[in-house]
């Protein structure tokens, strides 16, 4: 990295920094103040409003990581086009792409933390916060595991369970029916408990009615342990959830929507949703981009100008995501096009704009 670029950094980084902090107070005053009068009246005490300022930071960082650094970047560049250093760097033989590699590098690293940043501290902290609230709000918190209904196999099986144990990862008071391909009744089994043994369920006390080889008459069979190599659903699809995709973890979204493709329900939204959680978090990049090659093309009002552009610019992308995303949940796009569509239309445009960016 030459002193040019370090120079770029240096004045880049305070304005990023001021801008995510002004950015998080912000957040955070809109989502207090609108509940200070509900804190007032059930007499919360502070250390509790205090625990959910705290839990509700992870996200406010989350919201002001792509605003803040469109307003650092513009402000940054708009500045040193406004003094004319840019065309000093530019006489010297410095290109717009070298100059600013750092700050693309930046976020690129910005990125890849984000995506991990809020699948592992972004939802449980929320998850907490919404805990914490409810509770003290004398709001019900209904979660519990009980009386749980799961089709697997496209349809074909069926599980009915009064309660699942997730700590154990055991089931109790099972039905299981199969069905076959036609949508018959195949059998029926009914089982006091399951237990996951890593690869399927092995069940206990067990009670199972089925067809006979000819079909002529119903058998039934009782037995202490049963296990079939096809009643393999996996635990987490057991476990009561009334939260949207975008509130779960990448690795229990994934296992979300394969339980919808398997019991045959419609899972094209859920899926590009999926797609969306890595899609999304290259929101820093595009916004970047877009911040950079605005910049230098406007001869007054520079600092002004290449902000709302690049306001303009990073507004179009959210909206061209709500789009194809919504085409994509309605079955005119595949999900994996829908969620990344917007991503790599803007990138061309920047690469584009690039190309043409005063230099």
Request: glycine fraction near 0%; include cysteine; charge should be positive.
């Given at each position: 990295m030459n002193r040019l670029q370090r120079y770029l950094l240096a004045s880049f980084l305070p304005s990023f920094l001021g801008g995510i902090l002004f950015f998080i107070m912000i957040l955070e005053l809109?989502?207090?103040?609108?509940?200070?009068?509900?804190?007032?009246?059930?007499?919360?005490?502070?250390?509790?409003?205090?625990?959910?300022?705290?839990?509700?930071?992870?996200?406010?960082i989350s919201y002001s990581l792509p605003i803040a650094l469109l307003f650092a970047v513009s402000f940054t560049l708009g500045s040193m086009y406004a003094k004319n250093e840019l065309v000093a760097i530019f006489n010297s033989g410095v290109s717009l792409y070298v100059f600013t590699l750092p700050l693309v590098l930046v976020s690129m690293l910005l990125s890849l933390s984000s995506f991990f940043f809020e699948d592992h501290i972004v939802i449980d902290a929320l998850k907490h916060k919404n805990i914490i609230f409810k509770r003290i709000m004398k709001q019900t918190v209904a979660e519990n595991n009980t009386d749980i209904t799961v089709m697997s196999k496209n349809g074909k099986i069926v599980y009915q369970v009064g309660f699942f144990n997730e700590a154990e990862k055991s089931l109790q008071g099972v039905v299981v029916v199969e069905r076959a391909e036609n949508g018959t009744f195949s059998s029926r089994l009914n089982a006091e408990r399951a237990l996951w043994n890593g690869t399927q369920w092995e069940f206990s006390t067990v009670k199972r009615y089925f067809w006979k080889a000819d079909g002529s008459s119903m058998l039934d069979e009782s037995l202490s342990n049963y296990k079939q190599e096809n009643l393999d659903e996996v635990p987490e699809t057991f476990r009561k959830t009334g939260k949207g995709i975008e509130e779960m973890k990448v690795s229990d979204a994934r296992i979300y929507v394969d339980q919808l493709k398997n019991a045959g329900f419609p899972f094209e939204g859920e899926l590009a949703e999926y797609h969306a959680r890595f899609s999304f978090s290259l929101t820093p990049l595009i916004v970047i981009l877009l911040s950079v090659t605005m910049g230098g093309r406007f001869r007054k009002n520079i600092l002004l100008m290449s902000g709302l552009f690049s306001l303009i610019g990073a507004a179009g992308y959210y909206v061209f995501d709500m789009i194809t995303m919504l085409f994509a949940k309605l079955g005119y796009l595949d999900p994996f096009i829908g969620a990344w569509l917007p991503f790599a239309f803007f990138v061309s445009i920047s690469v584009v704009l690039y190309r043409h960016a005063k230099t």
């Open positions: 809109a989502e207090l103040l609108p509940n200070l009068a509900k804190f007032i009246n059930y007499d919360v005490k502070i250390l509790d409003i205090a625990k959910l300022v705290v839990l509700y930071l992870p996200k406010c």
